[in-house]
């Protein structure tokens, strides 16, 4: 990618908190064979890479050199002309690291750990981190299409431990993969399941079986797989990032079970479901397992049914046993039954308290407590309700649109609702009349909000509003960006900061202290949909669904290192991409605090490829076939 900066760009880069130095020649400069594309951090190891039209490098920043090349026309991508959706690189999270060209490459060093050419494979297509045995495994196609070579690569030893061949019927990627008691790993492929021998790859299980979803037994001995529907996990994601439960697709019908030892089938025949399977859980040695309308419990060891009948409800949460039996707990309901799964009591109770009853049996929601009582956050509704009282002291209506932030230490909660902002808080007085008119362009945009001192710093990739904590509206500001439909920008602050943010958020971690790891703020919090039951909800609620598959298909999704964004942060500024009414394009430092634009760094193009390192206090960019890197005090 090209990064062109005039005179006054330059002197733009060099500015650190309020000083402004005169223009001077880079600290250092780096000069390569072939024309820069692109430049980014590893996000573990963090060196610098740049990768030009024929070699990848390492680069060590202080000295201005390179630590590492691997060289070849192999890297070279279509001549050297970069496709703006074409990823040219992986990073491969929680490692050392990164694919380019097919080859596996450490950053550190520039060891090539998997080579094509010596390997004999096509594509490495796919991957998965074993932290059970501090190795990834790598899913490799080759010109047969129904062969595939898995490698196991070695964190600790950081080399290649073994190869396998993997006869398949359907490609697909390496996904759901479990580790048994013996270290054995069982993972879906395509339209087959495998279990393999992790000291020497050699393949135990071959089943021929699309599957959506693998789990282990208690005493991880036994591996279960439900088959597919729909897509499986995958079809699942879309629902995933945008929070609504409602829309999660369940897997198949079917669960089948195998010996993980040697592959031999557990069961006289599999489970079948009346619906769709969602969720399973382990309760007091039993399975509990969730299909789209009903639940039940089953012996891990037979996959006989434990339960008489299954327990009809659609939003089941989690089973937990009691004393007498077994506690359901649905939305915002609870109900007693017994072992065989009879109802003890005849109707149910609240998971909290009466006002709950407002909240429908298939809801998801929000709590939020107060002193006197709690605001409920639903998806088409906030309202605050008394503790004693089953009718709400204040309602509005929200909808799909709606975004919320809690504010934990001043149990403040903002709402951007269309053209207004509230800000409630019961225990201070803030109800539904605290509001402004607040003008966003794009408010459903909104991901991410900073406590900075008295104010709130809410932004997304083009937009942000400054808030002080009494509600006041500071200031808000749009940036329209070049080229906004199809442009990609390469900013791994960008990144780091709000790939982790959506992480924390899709776990339900709010609030989270920034510390010495990263320093973007006194706290942050995501900023999401109502009634999510992301934040703070009732002791027992989808702990399956947030928590679990939320998590994992989000974090999955969101992992992109090309992903489209044209904006960055520091601790105390943003950085947004846009361009002027003359279409002069640049990247404006704005200050988190007061919404002052600090300075401008003009670009020439619409694809400008950059870094900002707060860390270590230095600005990159690339110029034709040279590094430029500037130090800042």
Excluded at 247 to 253: C, E, S, V
Excluded at 443 to 464: A, I
Aim: proline content about 3%; glycine content about 8%; aromatic content about 12%.
């Amino acid at each position: 990618m090209k990064l062109n900066l005039s005179k006054l760009s330059l002197l733009v880069l060099l500015v650190s908190c309020n000083t402004i130095f005169a223009q001077r020649s880079a600290d250092k400069q780096i000069s390569f064979d072939g024309k820069i594309e692109q430049l980014f951090f590893h996000e573990f190891s963090a060196v610098p890479i740049v990768l030009t039209d024929k070699t990848v490098a390492g680069i060590d920043a202080e000295k201005g050199t390179k630590i590492w090349e691997v060289t070849g026309d192999r890297i070279s991508l279509l001549g050297g002309a970069i496709q703006a959706d074409q990823d040219n690189y992986r990073m491969v999270p929680f490692s050392p690291y990164i694919i380019v060209a097919n080859l596996l490459i450490d950053t550190r060093d520039g060891k090539v750990l998997l080579d094509k050419e010596k390997e004999g494979y096509k594509k490495i297509k796919s991957f998965q981190i074993i932290p059970e045995l501090e190795s990834f495994i790598f899913q490799c196609t080759t010109e047969d299409k129904t062969k595939n070579k898995a490698f196991l690569v070695s964190l600790k030893s950081n080399e290649t431990k073994w190869n396998a061949e993997l006869t398949l019927k359907k490609k697909g990627n390496l996904d759901n993969l479990v580790v048994d008691k013996n270290n054995n790993i069982a993972f879906s492929l395509g339209s087959n399941l495998f279990i393999l021998n992790s000291d020497n790859g050699t393949v135990i299980l071959n089943e021929e079986e699309k599957i959506g979803k693998l789990f282990l037994n208690p005493s991880k001995d036994i591996v279960y797989a439900v088959e597919a529907a729909g897509g499986g996990l995958g079809s699942m994601m879309g629902a995933a990032m945008t929070m609504n439960l409602n829309k999660l697709t369940a897997l198949g019908d079917k669960i089948y079970a195998f010996n993980s030892a040697d592959g031999s089938k557990a069961w006289k025949k599999p489970i079948k479901l009346d619906e769709g399977f969602m969720f399973e859980q382990e309760v007091d040695g039993k399975l509990f397992i969730k299909h789209e309308k009903a639940g039940s419990v089953y012996d891990y060891a037979t996959g006989e049914k434990i339960w008489k009948k299954d327990f009809e409800k659609r939003r089941i949460n989690e089973v937990e046993k009691v004393d007498e039996g077994y506690m359901v707990y649905y939305g915002a309901r609870k109900i007693l039954l017994d072992d065989t799964g009879k109802k003890i009591w005849k109707k149910p109770q609240f998971n909290g308290n009466d006002f709950l009853a407002e909240v429908g049996e298939d809801d998801t929601y929000d709590e939020f407590r107060y002193s006197k009582g709690s605001i409920i956050a639903t998806p088409y509704r906030i309202a605050y309700y008394e503790d004693g009282l089953k009718k709400a002291v204040w309602k509005f209506s929200v909808d799909e649109e709606t975004r919320i932030a809690y504010d934990e230490q001043e149990k403040n909660l903002i709402v951007l609702d269309g053209k207004r902002l509230y800000l409630l808080n019961p225990d201070k007085g803030w109800g539904e009349d605290n509001s402004q008119k607040l003008e966003l362009k794009k408010h459903k945009d909104f991901n991410r909000l900073e406590v900075r001192g008295d104010n709130y710093f809410l932004s997304s990739p083009w937009e942000f509003a400054i808030v002080a904590k009494d509600g006041t509206v500071k200031k808000t500001k749009y940036y329209p960006q070049p080229g906004e439909t199809g442009r990609k920008l390469l900013n791994a602050l960008s990144v780091v900061g709000s790939v982790a943010g959506a992480a924390y958020q899709t776990a339900g971690v709010y609030n989270m202290g920034m510390g010495a790891t990263s320093g973007a703020a006194e706290t942050f919090t995501g900023v999401r949909p109502p009634g999510t039951g992301g934040f703070k909800q009732a002791d027992k609620g989808a702990v399956q669904y947030q928590a679990g598959a939320y998590g994992q298909m989000a974090s999955e999704a969101l992992y992109n290192p090309n992903r489209y964004d044209g904006s960055a942060n520091t601790r105390d500024y943003s950085f947004f991409f846009t361009k002027d009414d003359a279409e002069t394009k640049y990247l404006v430092q704005v200050t988190k605090d007061a919404g002052e634009e600090k300075d401008k760094f003009t670009f020439e193009d619409n694809k400008p490829n950059y870094h900002v390192d707060q860390v270590e206090k230095r600005v990159f960019y690339s110029k034709g076939q040279n590094l430029n890197i500037f130090d800042y005090e």
